[in-house]
């Protein structure tokens, strides 16, 4: 998937099921390989040299605020 955010630029995300993995490639840090954890009971896409998040990139690098816990129900 290919995702353009003006002025930041463009984003490339890549799935792997084999590995469980998505490859994100972003003009602001470059290439990364995020491994679906699972941490406590909840799944996070977590990049594991450093332990940061793909929700944590998406929302310092495009400031979108994605909390993959939130209930959308209320």
């Given at each position: 998937m290919t995702?353009?955010?003006p002025p930041?630029?463009?984003y490339v995300l890549n799935k792997q099921?084999?590995?469980r993995q998505i490859?994100?490639?972003s003009p602001i840090s470059g290439p990364k390989r995020y491994d679906y954890v699972e941490r406590?009971?909840?799944?996070e896409w977590v990049y594991l040299r450093d332990g940061s998040t793909l929700t944590d990139l998406l929302r310092e690098e495009?400031?979108?605020d994605l909390d993959p816990f939130q209930d959308?129900?209320?």
């Open positions: 995702l353009v955010f930041n630029g463009t099921p084999p590995n490859w994100l490639s406590d009971r909840r799944g495009l400031g979108l959308v129900d209320n």
